[in-house]
Structures are given as C-alpha cells and as structure tokens.
T-cell receptor, first 111, second 114 residues
Framework: GENVEQHPSTLSVQEGDSAVIKCTYS??????FPWYKQELGKGPQLIID?????GEKKDQRIAVTLNKTAKHFSLHITETQPEDSAVYFC??????????FGTGTRLQVFP | DSGVTQTPKHLITATGQRVTLRCSPR?????VYWYQQSLDQGLQFLIQ???????AKGNILERFSAQQFPDLHSELNLSSLELGDSALYFC?????????????FGQGTRLTVV
C-alpha cells in the first residue's frame, strides 16, 4: 500500500545551522507533498507544500525540494532558531486522496 | 488558529465505554478528515467525509464510526473502548477534494481510556 518513509527520526542542530529532513514515497501517482510542524500540545500546522509540477519551493528560511524520479522530497530549514524546535511531518497524497504521513522528525535546536 | 474546532480537548473514560468527538471545519470547507496519533506515533488516517458523504476509509476499527452532518460538522464515535484507543484524535478540513488542497488541523482531542 501507500507508504511514506521519513528520516531522521530525531535531529539536533546548533542555532544558526541548517536542518534537512528527507522523505520517500511509494506511490508514483502522488502529486501533493505538504510539510507540517507540530508543537507540543498542538495540532499539526502546514508550513510549506509542493506539487508534482514543481521541483523546488522556498518560503523565507524554509525550502522544499522534490525529485519525482527518485520519489523523494526534502525539507530544508536554514539559519535555525530555537523556536524551530518541534516535530516535523512530511505527507503525500494523490489528487483526491487522503494525506499519508511520515513518522515524524523531532528537531531540537540548541541555543 | 487554523479555524478548525475540536471538542472536547480532553476526555477520560473507562474501558468499554463510548465517546463522541466533535469537529467543526473551517468556514466553507467541505472535506473533513479524522486522524489518530498514538504516543510517539505518526498520524494514522481514519476516515474522510466530503459534503456529507464518506469519501475514503483508512485504518478505522469497526468499533469506530463517523458522520458529517448537513452543517458540515463531523463526529467521530468510538465504542467499546480499549486501553489501546488512548491517543490524540485530530480532525482536519480542506475546501474541496478535487484536486486536494491544503488540509488544516484542529488542536485535537486527547482521549485517555483507563
């Protein structure tokens, strides 16, 4: 069935460094790839997304890249700040279908 | 604030009981999704409704059921509760289901079964 693998499961970086989280999806028909940030005690919040007709998208310190051939996509956070600390989830879907989530990455940014 | 409202925020109940979780989607959103998040687990898709009709089903137990009402709010019913049903239950909504657009999540209902 559909599957999204995400790694690493935990990531610790120094403030100001970059963080990269990678995901691989199994269904080649997937065409929508959002990233969510979940802070403690809160619901997941959409931070950036990319569609299959685009290879890269950037929003300030956050960027997402998509490699359709390899079926993987990545989240890049530059100049990390302590408030970036959270659990990040990638997801994939195809058209009208539900979002299939990765298992999450706990990012810790140390001052 | 995503605009998706879930009630209650917390729920403690005993094994064997039945509970109802409620979700009010963002104004104008027609699709509602339910997800389960167990401790240190990812988000498991349970079920989707679109404009009152069931659209997709995931790993939803037979003891669980859901519906979406004419005013588009949705309820998730969990019955014969077991300890393993303790989890965070999230509702998400999106404007339309074709093509899929951004899904916005509520704050979740934390269910504890004792």
């Amino acid at each position: 069935g559909e599957n999204v693998e995400q790694h690493p499961s935990t990531l610790s970086v120094q403030e100001g460094d970059s963080a990269v989280i990678k995901c691989t999806y199994s269904d080649s028909a997937s065409n929508y790839f959002p990233w969510y940030k979940q802070e403690l005690g809160k619901g997941p919040q959409l931070i950036i997304d990319i569609r299959s007709n685009v290879g890269e998208k950037k929003d300030q310190r956050i960027a997402v890249t998509l490699n359709k051939t390899a079926k993987h996509f990545s989240l890049h956070i530059t100049e990390t700040q302590p408030e970036d600390s959270a659990v990040y989830f990638c997801a994939a879907s195809k058209g009208t279908d539900k979002l299939i989530f990765g298992t999450g990455t706990r990012l810790q940014v140390f001052p | 604030d995503s605009g998706v409202t879930q009630t209650p925020k917390h729920l403690i109940t005993a094994t064997g009981q039945r509970v109802t979780l409620r979700c009010s989607p963002r104004s104008g959103d027609l699709s509602v999704y339910w997800y389960q998040q167990s401790l240190d687990q990812g988000l498991q898709f349970l079920i989707q409704y679109y404009n009152g009709e069931e659209r997709a089903k995931g790993n939803i137990l037979e003891r669980f059921s859901a519906q979406q009402f004419p005013d588009l709010h949705s309820e998730l019913n969990l019955s014969s509760l077991e300890l393993g049903d303790s989890a965070l239950y999230f509702c998400a909504s999106s404007p339309r289901d074709r093509p899929i657009t951004e899904a916005f999540f509520g704050q979740g209902t934390r269910l504890t079964v004792v």
